[in-house]
């Protein structure tokens, strides 16, 4: 392989393949080449012409609760027309080739599991599930709720039902947020793709990693906040890097195999 990142991939590879436990923690950015917007890239993501306190906190559900439903069913309509890109397919893959690999995602789409990772943790939720804000129950979304101006009410307790995200100012999901600490305390490598590192606790989770002894190997076309913790960098869109590390892990370890 030739070139920067080329040299990169090599010796990414090399500690992948060498790994019998890995963690990957993956943000926006791995989403992105499926046509699904970021969250702080300059031009194109979500917080750059959108209020979060607006569309993602108790408050602004409580101020204008049609406006955040009508956003999040925008969200998710897209969500389902995208697709796996080849980033997603190459983990799916990865988890094939190694003996332990427990994937966290920062993401609420379902693409990681679309694309056929078995075990995927999310820290912040999922958009295609729903409960209801005041007694939590959960709700089955009907047909006509995409369209819906104002959102569906609980059948319980009348208050409204809202997306299973988590919102700035709430906590995560205790069970995935533990199972994830554990795996970055006891992993060999860990893998960040495609976030910001900016968003805790879990942007956390390398620096756990890293002081337990992990490589740490980073993919982003950017420079971001959890840079200056990897010891390796490929500065290339996951859908690039991915199916070529991956690639290079299986001929690696089909050579380990005959040697
Ligand atoms: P951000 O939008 O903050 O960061 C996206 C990252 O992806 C940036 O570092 C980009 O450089 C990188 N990126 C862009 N295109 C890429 C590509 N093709 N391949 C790889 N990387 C690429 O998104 P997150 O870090 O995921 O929280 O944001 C974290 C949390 O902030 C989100 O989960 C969300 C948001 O508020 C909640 O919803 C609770």
């Known amino acids: 392989m030739n070139g920067e990142l080329g040299k990169s991939i090599a010796l990414a590879a090399e500690v992948v393949a060498s790994a019998c436990s890995l963690v990957v923690f993956t943000g926006a950015g791995v989403s992105a080449e499926s046509g699904i917007d970021t969250f702080r890239d300059a031009q194109t993501g979500l917080w750059s012409h959108f209020d979060p306190q607006q569309l993602a906190s108790q408050a602004g559900f409580a101020a204008d609760p049609g406006l955040v439903w009508r956003w999040y069913m925008h969200r998710l309509a897209r969500v389902e027309q995208a697709t796996p ?84 100012g709430e906590i995560l999901p205790e069970q995935a947020l533990n199972q994830a600490w554990r795996a970055a305390e006891q992993c060999e490598v860990f893998l960040v793709i495609g976030t910001s590192g900016v968003v805790y606790p879990a942007a956390q989770l390398p620096l756990i990693a890293k002081r337990h002894g992990a490589h740490v190997i980073e993919i982003n076309p950017e420079i971001s906040a959890l840079s200056d913790v990897a010891d390796v960098t490929l500065r290339a869109p996951g859908g690039e890097a991915l199916p070529r590390l991956v690639a290079e892990v299986g001929s690696q370890l089909r050579k380990d195999r005959t040697a």
């Open 85 to 168: 890109n080849p980033g997603h397919q190459a983990l799916a893959d990865l988890e094939r080739l190694t003996p332990s690999l427990t994937l966290i995602t920062q993401n609420v789409d379902d693409l990681h599991e679309r694309a056929g990772n078995q075990r995927v943790l999310h820290l912040h939720g999922h958009i295609g599930r729903f409960h209801c804000n005041g007694c939590q129950t959960p709700y089955a979304l009907q047909p006509d709720d995409y369209a819906s101006p104002t959102p569906p009410q609980c059948m319980l307790c009348l208050d409204y039902v809202r997306p299973s995200v988590v919102w700035f």
